[in-house]
C-alpha cells in the first residue's frame, strides 16, 4: 500500500469514526430533550390535577406524584417509622456485634438523622403549634423518600445483627 492509499484509508476511518459519534451524540441529544418534555409534560399534569413531585434522592428523574394528601398520610407513615428504629435503637442492650458491624451501624444511623431531619423539624413544629414555613414544607417534600429509604436501610441492618 502506498503512502497516498494509506492516509486515503486512514482518512476514510476517522470520518467513519466521526460519523459514529456525531450520530451518537444526536441520539443522546433526542433522548435528553426526551426526558425533559416528559418531566416537564408530567410537572404541567401534576399541576393541573392538584399533585406535587416526590423526588428520592439526587435523581431528578425518580420522581414520584402524590396528592397533598397523600404526602400527608405518607410523611406521618415515615414518621412513625423513623420513631420507632430511633426508639428501638435507644432501648436496645448494648450491642454484642463486631467492631465492624457496629461502625457501619453507627453510619447508616447517622445518615438517616441527617436524611429525616427537616421531617423531624416540622413534627415538632406542628406539635408545638409553631408555623411552618413553605422552605421547610418543601425540604421535607424533597426528603421524605431519602427518609423512608434509610429508615428501612437501619431497620434491615438491626434485624440482620438481630438488636431488638
Not at 414520584?64 to 435503637?89: A, G, Q, W
Request: net charge positive; glycine share 4%.
Amino acid at each position: 500500500m502506498t503512502p497516498a492509499q494509506d492516509r486515503r484509508q486512514h482518512n476514510q476511518t476517522l470520518s467513519t469514526r466521526f460519523e459514529e459519534t456525531r450520530s451518537a451524540t444526536r441520539a443522546g441529544r433526542r433522548l435528553s430533550l426526551r426526558i425533559a418534555v416528559s418531566i416537564l409534560c408530567g410537572l404541567v399534569f401534576s399541576t393541573l390535577f392538584g399533585c406535587v413531585p416526590v423526588p428520592r434522592g439526587d435523581d431528578p428523574l425518580d420522581v414520584r406524584f402524590m396528592t397533598p394528601d397523600e404526602l400527608r398520610d405518607y410523611s406521618e407513615r415515615v414518621f412513625r417509622s423513623h420513631n420507632k428504629v430511633t426508639t428501638r435503637l435507644m432501648m436496645a442492650p448494648p450491642m454484642d456485634v463486631s467492631e465492624r458491624s457496629r461502625r457501619k451501624i453507627e453510619q447508616v444511623e447517622s445518615r438517616m438523622y441527617e436524611t429525616c431531619a427537616s421531617l423531624n423539624e416540622i413534627a415538632s413544629a406542628r406539635a408545638s403549634g409553631r408555623e411552618v414555613d413553605l422552605e421547610l414544607e418543601n425540604k421535607v417534600r424533597t426528603t421524605v423518600r431519602s427518609c423512608a429509604e434509610s429508615t428501612l436501610r437501619l431497620k434491615s441492618l438491626l434485624d440482620s445483627n438481630d438488636i431488638k
